[in-house]
């Protein structure tokens, strides 16, 4: 169901609505405040706030402004966020300018920032990746024909696709790891 009409019920006296919101956007928000603050606890906290905090501010919410409800529920976790780790002494946090390059691209803010995430992660497990596996499929990724894998690690090329295999199984598994078990995994 879309934001607005939920927002809609919510505002016109129906609680049980915003549940929806919840659940619609927890996942991929608390993953995006995960990201910042880096602390599963932390996160977890600052979510519930953030929800709250919109729960108590949706009168104020103005669709008309052009901005989508997604965008205003990033912006508010980003800005308690940055609340959070001041008060810790850690400063680390997405820019409003990498925001605007983001609306720029005429890309949805949650959709960029889980692509963001989604990259970072894959990024992080490929550095992850014990060899001979890694450089295989970095290889791959990069175009590389099973042939010219083959030739340049000097291996068999059923070598290479059992390593191509296992590579991607344990990339399967870090980043399960990265975004917080099953059903999150993404077949590389």
């Known amino acids: 169901?879309?934001?607005q009409i939920i927002i809609k019920q919510v505002l016109s006296g129906?609680?049980?609505?915003?549940?929806?919101?919840?659940?619609?956007h927890h996942r991929n928000l608390l993953a995006f405040i995960y990201r910042l603050v880096k602390d599963a606890d932390l996160a977890e906290d600052i979510g519930q706030e953030v929800f709250l905090?919109?729960?108590?501010?949706l009168p104020r919410f103005d669709p008309g402004r052009g901005t989508p409800f997604?965008?205003?529920?990033?912006?508010?976790?980003?800005?308690?966020?940055i609340s959070e780790l001041r008060k810790m002494g850690r400063t680390e946090f997405v820019s409003a300018d990498h925001l605007q390059r983001i609306a720029d691209k005429g890309e949805t803010v949650e959709s960029a920032l889980i692509r963001q995430e989604e990259l970072e992660a894959?990024?992080?497990?490929?550095?992850?990746?014990?060899?001979?596996?890694?450089s295989t499929i970095l290889m791959s990724l990069q175009g590389a024909t099973l042939e010219e894998i083959a030739n340049?690690?000097?291996?068999?090329q059923a070598t290479v696709k059992?390593?191509?295999f296992r590579a991607r199984e344990k990339l399967t598994l870090l980043l399960k790891g990265h975004f917080g078990g099953a059903g999150h995994e993404r077949k590389i």
């Open 53 to 57: 905090n919109v729960y108590k501010e």
């Open 122 to 134: 894959l990024r992080a497990t490929l550095q992850e990746l014990p060899e001979p596996f890694r």
């Open 162 to 164: 059992t390593r191509l």
């Open 152 to 156: 340049k690690c000097g291996v068999p």
């Open 14 to 24: 129906d609680i049980d609505a915003y549940a929806q919101l919840v659940h619609k």
């Open 1 to 3: 169901m879309d934001d």
């Open 70 to 81: 997604a965008a205003w529920l990033y912006i508010v976790a980003r800005n308690q966020c």
